[in-house]
Protein backbone atom coordinates (compact mmCIF):
# COMPACT_ATOMS: atom_id res chain seq x y z
CA UNK A 1 0.00 0.00 0.00
CA UNK A 2 1.28 3.26 -1.13
CA UNK A 3 1.68 5.72 2.12
CA UNK A 4 2.75 9.04 2.73
CA UNK A 5 6.04 7.86 4.80
CA UNK A 6 6.48 5.19 1.88
CA UNK A 7 6.43 7.66 -0.72
CA UNK A 8 8.83 10.68 1.23
CA UNK A 9 11.10 7.36 2.10
CA UNK A 10 11.72 7.22 -2.07
CA UNK A 11 11.62 10.52 -3.34
CA UNK A 12 15.05 11.69 -4.72
CA UNK A 13 15.75 14.77 -2.60
CA UNK A 14 18.05 16.16 -5.52
CA UNK A 15 14.96 17.01 -7.59
CA UNK A 16 11.84 19.37 -7.32
CA UNK A 17 8.62 17.86 -6.60
CA UNK A 18 5.31 18.13 -8.49
CA UNK A 19 2.22 17.34 -6.53
CA UNK A 20 -0.88 17.36 -8.31
CA UNK A 21 -4.61 16.83 -7.26
CA UNK A 22 -6.56 14.23 -9.46
CA UNK A 23 -9.88 15.57 -9.66
CA UNK A 24 -10.25 18.21 -12.14
CA UNK A 25 -6.49 18.38 -12.98
CA UNK A 26 -5.78 15.33 -14.74
CA UNK A 27 -9.25 14.05 -14.82
CA UNK A 28 -12.85 14.64 -15.81
CA UNK A 29 -14.61 14.48 -12.62
CA UNK A 30 -17.35 17.09 -12.55
CA UNK A 31 -18.39 15.94 -16.42
CA UNK A 32 -18.67 12.09 -15.46
CA UNK A 33 -20.40 12.93 -12.27
CA UNK A 34 -22.87 14.68 -14.15
CA UNK A 35 -23.57 11.75 -16.27
CA UNK A 36 -23.49 9.75 -12.98
CA UNK A 37 -26.09 12.02 -11.44
CA UNK A 38 -28.51 11.35 -13.92
CA UNK A 39 -28.61 7.47 -13.54
CA UNK A 40 -29.33 7.92 -10.03
CA UNK A 41 -32.74 10.47 -10.70
CA UNK A 42 -30.71 13.86 -9.83
CA UNK A 43 -29.02 16.87 -12.28
CA UNK A 44 -25.92 18.87 -11.89
CA UNK A 45 -26.58 22.97 -12.89
CA UNK A 46 -23.62 24.31 -13.06
CA UNK A 47 -24.45 27.79 -11.47
CA UNK A 48 -21.94 28.43 -8.97
CA UNK A 49 -18.19 26.79 -8.61
CA UNK A 50 -20.00 24.27 -6.09
CA UNK A 51 -21.48 20.71 -5.72
CA UNK A 52 -23.66 21.57 -2.42
CA UNK A 53 -26.77 23.30 -3.89
CA UNK A 54 -26.71 23.02 -7.73
CA UNK A 55 -27.56 19.12 -7.48
CA UNK A 56 -31.32 18.49 -8.05
CA UNK A 57 -33.56 15.73 -7.75
CA UNK A 58 -35.45 15.50 -10.91
CA UNK A 59 -38.35 14.33 -10.21
CA UNK A 60 -39.11 16.78 -7.39
CA UNK A 61 -36.83 19.58 -8.81
CA UNK A 62 -35.73 20.13 -4.76
CA UNK A 63 -31.94 20.49 -3.77
CA UNK A 64 -30.67 17.62 -2.82
CA UNK A 65 -29.90 17.81 1.03
CA UNK A 66 -26.18 18.07 1.89
CA UNK A 67 -26.48 14.23 3.08
CA UNK A 68 -27.96 12.87 0.10
CA UNK A 69 -25.33 15.43 -1.86
CA UNK A 70 -22.69 13.18 0.60
CA UNK A 71 -24.45 9.63 -0.35
CA UNK A 72 -24.42 10.00 -4.12
CA UNK A 73 -20.51 11.13 -4.32
CA UNK A 74 -19.83 8.19 -2.17
CA UNK A 75 -21.88 6.01 -4.56
CA UNK A 76 -19.95 7.58 -7.61
CA UNK A 77 -16.59 6.78 -5.84
CA UNK A 78 -17.22 3.27 -5.45
CA UNK A 79 -18.97 2.68 -8.63
CA UNK A 80 -16.94 5.02 -10.85
CA UNK A 81 -13.65 5.92 -9.07
CA UNK A 82 -11.86 3.34 -12.27
CA UNK A 83 -13.81 5.13 -15.24
CA UNK A 84 -13.14 8.68 -15.01
CA UNK A 85 -11.66 10.36 -18.32
CA UNK A 86 -8.37 12.03 -18.61
CA UNK A 87 -7.98 15.95 -18.95
CA UNK A 88 -6.43 16.46 -22.62
CA UNK A 89 -3.01 16.80 -22.54
CA UNK A 90 -2.16 16.27 -19.11
CA UNK A 91 -0.60 12.24 -20.00
CA UNK A 92 1.59 13.95 -22.03
CA UNK A 93 3.05 17.07 -19.83
CA UNK A 94 3.63 14.87 -17.21
CA UNK A 95 5.46 12.57 -18.91
CA UNK A 96 7.78 15.43 -20.27
CA UNK A 97 7.87 16.72 -17.11
CA UNK A 98 9.10 13.65 -15.47
CA UNK A 99 12.55 13.78 -16.29
CA UNK A 100 12.91 17.11 -14.07
CA UNK A 101 10.25 16.54 -11.41
CA UNK A 102 9.26 14.01 -8.88
CA UNK A 103 5.72 13.81 -9.65
CA UNK A 104 3.18 13.00 -6.58
CA UNK A 105 -0.78 12.57 -7.60
CA UNK A 106 -2.50 13.92 -3.80
CA UNK A 107 -6.20 13.09 -4.10
CA UNK A 108 -9.31 13.63 -1.68
CA UNK A 109 -10.64 10.17 -2.77
CA UNK A 110 -11.86 7.50 -0.13
CA UNK A 111 -8.95 6.10 1.31
CA UNK A 112 -10.87 2.42 0.56
CA UNK A 113 -10.70 3.58 -3.26
CA UNK A 114 -6.92 4.47 -3.68
CA UNK A 115 -5.98 1.65 -4.92
CA UNK A 116 -8.83 1.53 -7.86
CA UNK A 117 -7.63 5.02 -8.62
CA UNK A 118 -4.09 4.19 -8.77
CA UNK A 119 -4.43 1.57 -10.80
CA UNK A 120 -7.04 3.54 -13.54
CA UNK A 121 -4.64 6.29 -13.55
CA UNK A 122 -1.52 4.09 -13.97
CA UNK A 123 -3.92 2.70 -16.93
CA UNK A 124 -4.50 6.61 -18.38
CA UNK A 125 -0.59 7.39 -18.38
CA UNK A 126 -0.20 8.35 -14.99
CA UNK A 127 2.54 5.75 -13.29
CA UNK A 128 2.71 7.86 -10.53
CA UNK A 129 2.74 7.88 -6.67
CA UNK A 130 -0.73 7.90 -5.34
CA UNK A 131 -1.77 9.10 -2.14
CA UNK A 132 -4.97 9.46 -0.90
CA UNK A 133 -6.14 12.44 0.98
CA UNK A 134 -8.60 13.38 3.66
CA UNK A 135 -9.76 17.09 4.69
CA UNK A 136 -6.93 19.86 3.61
CA UNK A 137 -4.25 19.17 1.75
CA UNK A 138 -1.35 21.28 3.53
CA UNK A 139 -0.40 18.89 6.16
CA UNK A 140 0.95 16.19 3.63
CA UNK A 141 1.99 18.58 1.31
CA UNK A 142 4.20 20.29 4.13
CA UNK A 143 5.67 16.48 4.65
CA UNK A 144 6.41 15.95 1.01
CA UNK A 145 8.23 19.22 0.83
CA UNK A 146 10.78 18.14 3.53
CA UNK A 147 11.72 15.56 1.64
CA UNK A 148 13.40 17.24 -1.12
CA UNK A 149 16.12 19.88 -1.42
CA UNK A 150 14.53 21.62 -4.19
CA UNK A 151 11.47 23.66 -4.83
CA UNK A 152 7.70 21.78 -4.82
CA UNK A 153 5.41 22.93 -6.65
CA UNK A 154 1.30 22.08 -5.77
CA UNK A 155 -1.81 21.85 -8.39
CA UNK A 156 -5.12 22.10 -7.51
CA UNK A 157 -8.35 23.41 -8.95
CA UNK A 158 -9.98 24.24 -5.13
CA UNK A 159 -9.11 27.48 -3.61
CA UNK A 160 -9.48 26.02 -0.08
CA UNK A 161 -6.88 23.42 -0.70
CA UNK A 162 -4.25 25.94 -2.04
CA UNK A 163 -4.64 28.13 1.07
CA UNK A 164 -3.99 24.96 3.31
CA UNK A 165 -0.75 24.28 1.36
CA UNK A 166 -0.07 28.09 1.31
CA UNK A 167 -0.55 28.37 5.74
CA UNK A 168 1.40 24.59 6.33
CA UNK A 169 3.96 24.83 3.36
CA UNK A 170 5.41 27.90 2.69
CA UNK A 171 7.20 28.58 0.02
CA UNK A 172 5.43 26.02 -2.29
CA UNK A 173 4.41 27.50 -6.11
CA UNK A 174 1.01 27.39 -5.81
CA UNK A 175 -0.84 26.75 -9.33
CA UNK A 176 -4.39 26.93 -9.55
CA UNK A 177 -5.63 24.63 -12.06
CA UNK A 178 -9.51 24.12 -13.00
CA UNK A 179 -9.79 21.57 -16.31
CA UNK A 180 -13.81 22.27 -17.03
CA UNK A 181 -13.88 25.24 -18.79
CA UNK A 182 -17.71 25.89 -17.43
CA UNK A 183 -16.04 25.69 -14.10
CA UNK A 184 -13.11 27.91 -14.64
CA UNK A 185 -15.36 30.37 -15.74
CA UNK A 186 -17.09 31.32 -12.52
CA UNK A 187 -14.05 31.57 -10.58
CA UNK A 188 -11.34 33.93 -10.49
CA UNK A 189 -7.51 33.09 -9.77
CA UNK A 190 -7.56 31.75 -5.83
CA UNK A 191 -6.02 34.59 -3.76
CA UNK A 192 -2.80 32.14 -2.63
CA UNK A 193 -2.19 31.06 -6.35
CA UNK A 194 1.19 32.16 -8.12
CA UNK A 195 -0.52 31.39 -11.42
CA UNK A 196 -3.69 30.56 -12.43
CA UNK A 197 -2.89 28.08 -16.13
CA UNK A 198 -6.04 25.85 -17.22
CA UNK A 199 -4.78 23.78 -19.78
CA UNK A 200 -1.55 21.33 -19.61
CA UNK A 201 0.44 22.37 -23.03
CA UNK A 202 0.74 25.74 -21.03
CA UNK A 203 1.42 24.49 -17.70
CA UNK A 204 4.13 22.32 -19.08
CA UNK A 205 5.74 25.23 -20.27
CA UNK A 206 5.32 26.75 -17.27
CA UNK A 207 6.43 24.00 -14.93
CA UNK A 208 9.89 23.67 -17.31
CA UNK A 209 10.83 27.39 -16.85
CA UNK A 210 10.17 26.84 -13.02
CA UNK A 211 12.17 23.92 -13.12
CA UNK A 212 15.19 25.35 -15.15
CA UNK A 213 15.16 29.12 -13.16
CA UNK A 214 15.25 27.48 -9.59
CA UNK A 215 18.74 24.45 -10.48
Given amino acids: MTSLAHVTAVLNPDRPLLIVDADEVLLRFVEHLETFFLTEGFELRLTSFQLSGNIYCMQSNEVAPPAKVKQLIGLFFANCVDTVPAVPGAADALKNLSDRYEIIVLTNVPHDCRARREAALRELGFAYPVLSNAGEKG ?15 FVDDLPPQLASVASHAPGTHLVHFVADPRLAAMIDQAPDAHVRIDHWPSLQVHLENLAAATK
Fill in 139 to 153: PAVKTLQAATTRHTT
